[in-house]
């Protein structure tokens, strides 16, 4: 039990005695008025302002691209597999460890996941093991690239920057360029990480944002596209509402739609919400490092640091098991939790998912090492 001890001494030195949530949103007075104040407009669903002024709060942030709101971030990542010309049928490459909307926005529109490795240092897609998996399976015809072994079209990468760390965006991107393959970044953790100084959600021809309840900013429920292809956008916004035309007094569409935009009343939560979000950044970054140094002489754990050349935002805190105290996961989260400091294991691996089982993958033998020895402590801005 030493090692339990240890840890769950380590979290109360940073979090206080009386416990922690794992990510409870932040909200102030600020946001209160934002959100009376839309609904005192009266304009609490589609129609109104707040959704183009967050929107364009968005992309400032983001380089200037293009950005459309949206329901959710899954989907936003629905959008976008069908922008970027995902085909039904297509295989779309997926680490297998990550939350389960890609691989779910991806089956949706009838692609199917091929899950590849992750890395230690960074969480996310490593680039070299996936560069040597699609040298092995895959086969070029007429400028598209083919699995070998199942026959399907292989035409996206959904690259994914866990737990707010970036992975090493702009090597996978020449990856996907070598292979013909639209590099889709899922940022949905990492709103205000950099990766060589550059914002992450700038680096994907199209880029996908959540402000669900437990990010770094929320809207309550929502998310974003993000690219720098603003007739992809322009798209995105059409399809994402009900491929509407804009024809006065009459109903007309012209393509299957879907009701995927971001009503009025999110989007003014989100518009101050992000007014904070250096601030919560700054915070996170804060807590880590008190994480960091707490942990500093517990024996057989580390604490998830920026990778090489990132900036991470810390939207959650992790922290690894050495290899040979593996099996002492599931005992530490029942005394963290018992002890009211909300901590959680990471995601199963995607592979390990019914809906995935007999999805193609690579070897993703790093992946498995890894899971298991993952822990998220509680990360919360308020909770400092
Ligand atoms: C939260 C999240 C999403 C989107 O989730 P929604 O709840 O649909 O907004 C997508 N990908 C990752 C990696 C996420 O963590």
């Known amino acids: 039990m030493q090692l339990q001890l240890d840890v769950l001494d380590a979290v109360r030195s940073v979090m206080g005695r009386s416990g922690a949530h794992l990510h409870a949103p932040f909200t102030d007075f600020e946001d209160r008025e934002m959100v009376s104040q839309a609904v005192r407009e009266g304009n609490v669903s589609a129609v109104g302002s707040y959704v183009s002024e967050f929107e364009s709060q968005l992309s400032s942030l983001l380089g200037g691209s293009a950005v459309v709101a949206t329901s959710a971030g899954t989907h936003a990542l629905h959008l976008a597999l069908i922008t970027s010309g995902v085909q039904a049928g297509d295989e779309v490459i997926i680490p297998a460890l990550s939350f389960v909307a890609p691989a779910a926005a991806t089956s949706q529109m009838g692609a199917i996941p091929h899950f590849v490795d992750v890395e230690d240092e960074t969480f996310g897609m490593n680039p070299e093991s996936l560069r040597q998996h699609l040298l092995a399976v895959s086969t070029t015809r007429e ?3 083919f699995n070998r072994m199942t026959g399907r079209r292989l035409s996206a990468i959904i690259a994914v920057h866990i737990f707010g760390h970036p992975c090493r965006i702009t090597e996978l991107s020449t990856v996907a360029g070598e292979f013909g393959l639209t590099l889709i970044e899922d940022n949905a953790e990492g709103l ?11 680096f994907g021809h199209i880029s996908v944002l959540s402000f ?12 974003a596209i993000v690219s720098r292809d603003h007739e992809l956008v322009d798209r995105a916004r059409h399809l994402g509402s009900t491929a509407k035309l804009p024809t006065p007094f009459r109903f007309k569409h012209d393509e299957v739609g879907f009701n995927y935009r971001m009503p009025n009343l999110n989007a003014a939560l989100g518009c101050s919400q992000l007014k904070k979000l250096s601030k919560f950044v700054d ?30 935002n810390f939207w ?17 989260l029942e005394v963290l939790n018992g002890a009211a400091f909300q901590s959680r294991a990471a995601w199963d691996l995607l592979t390990e998912q019914k809906p995935y089982e007999t999805s193609p993958r690579a070897d993703i033998r790093c992946a498995q090492d890894l899971q298991p020895r993952i822990i998220n402590l509680p990360s919360g801005v308020d909770a400092i």
């Not at 205000?192 to 700038?202: A, E, I, M």
């Not at 669900?212 to 998310?223: A, F, P, R, S």
């Open 143 to 145: 400028g598209r690239t």
């Open 192 to 202: 205000g990480s950099t990766y060589k100084n550059q914002p992450l959600g700038t």
């Open 212 to 223: 669900n309840g437990n990010k770094i900013v929320t809207t309550g429920g929502g998310g």
């Open 283 to 312: 915070r996170k970054r804060n807590l880590f490092r008190q994480y960091k140094s707490a942990f500093a002489s517990v024996k057989g754990v580390r604490i998830m640091s920026d990778p090489s050349s990132a900036k991470s």
């Open 316 to 332: 959650l805190q992790a922290m690894v098991l050495d290899p040979h105290f593996r099996d002492q996961r599931d005992s530490i």
